[in-house]
């Protein structure tokens, strides 16, 4: 396995999941454990970084602390829910797999962790095509319920912790303190997106020279959930999770329609052209100690040409890249270490492929 990135959880059963089918819960609990030294080895690598940097701003990030897969007999937030066996649920999805001759899915990690009116308006954003992937699953798996526990962080401790050179001896100190590696770390929860053309290929995009991590590789659409856009009105250093209490519906929309802002805003698709993101899972990226990033798979009804061409009009993010790469979804599946491309691809984007490669969101 490739040490820069792994698996932490995935959606393979039922495809990957919607965004009913998501659970947040928001708690301080969550948030990064502090101690006096940490906090003073954080300002001090801001305070360098900014005079080096002084256009960088410190912004609030959710901190993903865990992510746990169950079932439910109503997806309805509040209803009881009926915990069963997802490993019988996999056994029911390989058997329906031999018969339709394709091949059998794997079994799902169980449980996993990452060890005043602020609410903006739910409705969506973004037109939704509703032809999804959910009209493919067994009625089972559309039961499949993710939970979530989020805090909340910020980019400054992100810098200071999972981003330091301290990052290996804070994990040591997480567990021996609090039995958690990365109870001392920002964990900030990112998201990205296999987008995938009306023709079948899937998007890659080249970083360019001026970005802060994987500079030159191939990536994947993506970003950062914001919490500001939850607490609209509410300066970046007033958020806090006491705000987004009865906010709950808010963060999984926020989690869900950011990943397509991130797209339109990176490759300059509009939002009126992709459907309703399917999450795949969670992949965690070793180069910053663990970071976690949800991966979805979105369908753009454009085709490979056509994206093409809004991606070289330019966009309001077109300074993090400097080329669009196309790759077949054939291409995608056979994509593992072996591969020549392989090296080529950031953290970010090798964690999509092996989300992609387990959970074939796309029936292929």
């Not at 990957?16 to 947040?24: D, T």
């Amino acid at each position: 396995m490739d040490p820069e990135v792994s698996v932490m959880l995935h959606c393979a059963p039922s495809q990957g999941l919607e965004e009913h089918q998501i659970r947040v819960e928001m708690s301080s609990r969550f948030n990064r454990r502090s101690a006096p030294e940490v906090e003073k080895h954080i300002e001090a690598v801001w305070k360098d970084r900014v005079t080096r940097e002084p256009w960088l701003f410190n912004g609030a990030k959710f901190r993903l602390r865990s992510a746990e897969l169950s079932t439910s007999t109503n997806c309805v937030a509040g209803d009881e829910a009926a915990q069963t066996s997802i490993s019988e649920m996999a056994e029911r999805e390989n058997q329906l797999a031999a018969h339709r001759g394709k091949e059998a899915c794997l079994t799902p990690v169980l449980t996993s962790s990452a060890n005043a009116g602020c609410c903006r308006d739910t409705a969506k954003e973004t037109q939704r095509d509703t032809n999804t992937v959910s009209s493919r699953k067994p009625s089972e798996y559309q039961k499949v319920v993710l939970s979530l526990q989020l805090g909340l962080t910020c980019y400054k401790d992100f810098l200071g912790t999972n981003w330091s050179q301290e990052a290996v001896s804070l994990q040591r100190r997480g567990e021996v303190e609090f039995g958690d590696p990365q109870a001392l770390l920002a964990q900030p929860l990112g998201v990205g997106a296999v987008l995938v053309t009306s023709d079948g290929q899937v998007v890659l995009l080249q970083r360019s020279q001026r970005v802060a991590e994987a500079v030159g590789l191939l990536d994947i659409p993506g970003g950062h959930p914001e919490p500001k856009a939850v607490c609209q009105g509410v300066s970046e250093e007033a958020i806090n999770v006491d705000l987004m209490q009865g906010c709950e519906e808010a963060v999984v929309a926020e989690l869900f329609s950011s990943v397509c802002a991130e797209v339109r805003d990176e490759v300059n698709v509009p939002l009126s052209f992709l459907s309703a993101p399917v999450l795949m899972g969670i992949a965690l990226n070793h180069t910053s100690a663990g970071r976690p990033s949800a991966e979805f798979y979105i369908r753009c009804s454009l085709t490979m040409e056509e994206v093409k061409d809004f991606y070289w009009r330019g966009g309001p993010e077109a300074h993090e890249s400097t080329d669009i790469v196309f790759l077949s979804r054939g291409e995608m599946l056979q994509l593992d270490e072996s591969a020549s491309l392989w090296s080529e691809l950031c953290p970010s984007a090798k964690g999509a492929v092996l989300l992609y490669r387990l959970v074939r969101p796309d029936g292929v």
